[in-house]
């Protein structure tokens, strides 16, 4: 009975000191896009040009990674300032009282090699709501520039304008309901 507890012991102590490690976008070669389909015949990509995300995880294999992101909704741009401006107004996103968008995961569940169902609280236009996409680890480098370790992740999936109230009078024939979401990410260990 003692070893068992002893060993028990240990095996709390091991867990307790389970090093958490923290990693950050590399803004040069990270990106956050979005495609809705237009009058239904045609994508209209864009994207928003300041985000920030942090991992923390304390398994090389990031299977219990935590992803925070925030992104600055005033940073959208799809490329046609007319239609910036118009995502930007009380019509869409309402920047002027929303100006952030955030999401943290709540779990990550293994779903093939390398891949995982990320599912987290997306918050946006003040409405926030659990959302699941999936995740590709692509791999662990050591940079060839800076000397630190880099990771590669892309993260697919689709959300529904509407369940955020996002663009609620504009007819989904106008602008889809559902809006495909692509990041790419390359992230550096933090020291």
């Known amino acids: 009975m003692k070893k068992l507890l002893f060993a028990g ?12 490690t923290t990693w950050k976008n590399d803004k040069a070669h990270s990106k956050l896009t979005f495609t ?14 300041n985000f920030d995300v942090t991992i923390t995880t304390t398994k090389p294999d990031f299977s219990d990674a935590v992803f925070e992101l925030s992104a600055d909704a005033t940073s959208i741009s799809t490329e046609v300032d007319m239609r910036d401006n118009d995502l930007k107004s009380p019509h869409f996103f309402d920047v002027a009282n929303f100006p952030k968008i955030t999401f943290k995961s709540t779990s990550i569940r293994p779903n093939g090699p390398n891949k995982f169902l990320l599912t ?3 918050t946006m236009h003040g409405v926030t709501k659990p959302v699941t996409m999936d995740l590709l680890y692509r791999g ?17 999936g689709t959300l529904k304008r509407l369940d955020f109230n996002i663009g609620a009078n504009t007819p989904t024939a106008a602008v889809s309901d559902e809006i495909a979401i692509k990041a ?6 933090q020291d």
């Not at 012991?9 to 958490?20: C, K």
């Not at 790419?184 to 260990?189: A, V, Y």
């Open 140 to 156: 662990t480098i050591d940079h060839p520039m800076n000397k630190k370790k880099d990771a590669g992740f892309k993260l697919t």
């Open 9 to 20: 012991f240990l095996i709390l102590q091991a867990s307790a000191f389970a090093q958490t």
């Open 120 to 122: 987290g609280d997306l």
């Open 184 to 189: 790419d990410g390359e992230f550096i260990k």
């Open 36 to 49: 809705a389909t237009h009058l239904l015949v045609s994508d209209v990509d864009g994207l928003f040009k």
